[in-house]
């Protein structure tokens, strides 16, 4: 059964640093990886998505790693803002299952 | 595009009472499915679907039922509610055509007392 587990389970920042959430997951036979961002009381929120084939993916201020022979994945966010704050979820998608399986995530505050 | 709908955004049961929770997508997504999300728990897969007629059971599928009798809806029902079942409930979905994300629904917030 895979399982994913993110580590820190809570982070608290100054605004303007530069800053890593880690992932890892039990198995490595995904079809992709992906972070999400959940605001209080609100739906998940698709940030990034790398397929298994790939090694990275770039949106903005946002970079997302992958090594999947390892197991790992981070997100790197670049010159963090107060907006930033939320919790960050990473979600693997089982090889031909379409199921996501998730992490319980890291709640981030970037603190102004 | 409404993207993925839910309603309620909230409801309070009583045990022992059943209710339905609504999902709509107007984004013609072969793929729906019902998640839960507890605190420490993290979201957990209920029921999922592939296409109109198809369901399939997740992680967690007792005490919830599903039918998928079009593209566009995905109820989950509840036959008979205890109050394991309070928690924060989510329909995503996704077009099956490509390598894509998830499209989630606002949530559902259920208290059963």
């Known amino acids: 059964k895979q399982e994913v587990t993110q580590i820190p389970a809570a982070l608290s920042v100054p605004e303007g640093e530069n800053l890593v959430l880690n992932c890892s997951f039990t198995?490595?036979?995904?079809?992709?990886l992906q972070w999400f961002r959940q605001d209080p009381g609100k739906g998940l929120t698709s940030l990034l998505l790398?397929?298994?084939?790939?090694r990275e993916q770039t949106s903005g201020r946002l970079n997302a790693s992958l090594d999947k022979s390892s197991g790992r994945s981070t997100l790197y966010i670049a010159a963090s803002q107060p907006g930033d704050s939320a919790t960050y979820l990473c979600?693997?998608?089982?090889?031909?299952?379409?199921?996501?399986?998730f992490g319980k995530g890291t709640k981030l505050s970037v603190i102004p | 595009n409404a993207g993925v709908t839910q309603t309620p955004k909230f409801q309070v049961l009583k045990t022992g009472q059943s209710m339905t929770l609504q999902c709509a997508q107007d984004?013609?997504?072969?793929?729906m499915s019902w998640y839960r999300q507890d605190p420490g728990m993290g979201l957990r897969l209920i029921h999922y679907?592939?296409?109109?007629?198809?369901?399939d059971q997740g992680e967690v599928p007792n005490g919830y039922n599903v039918s998928r009798s079009t593209t566009e809806d995905f109820p989950l029902r509840l036959l008979s509610a205890a109050p394991s079942q309070t928690s924060v409930y989510f329909c995503?979905?996704?077009?099956?055509?490509?390598?894509?994300?998830?499209?989630f629904g606002p949530g559902t917030r259920l208290t059963v007392l």
């Open positions: 198995d490595s036979a995904i079809y992709n």
């Open positions: 979600a693997v998608e089982g090889a031909g299952s379409y199921q996501l399986t």
């Open positions: 995503a979905s996704r077009t099956l055509a490509a390598p894509d994300t998830q499209y």
């Open positions: 790398i397929q298994s084939s790939q």
């Open positions: 679907s592939v296409g109109a007629g198809i369901t």
């Open positions: 984004m013609n997504h072969e793929y």
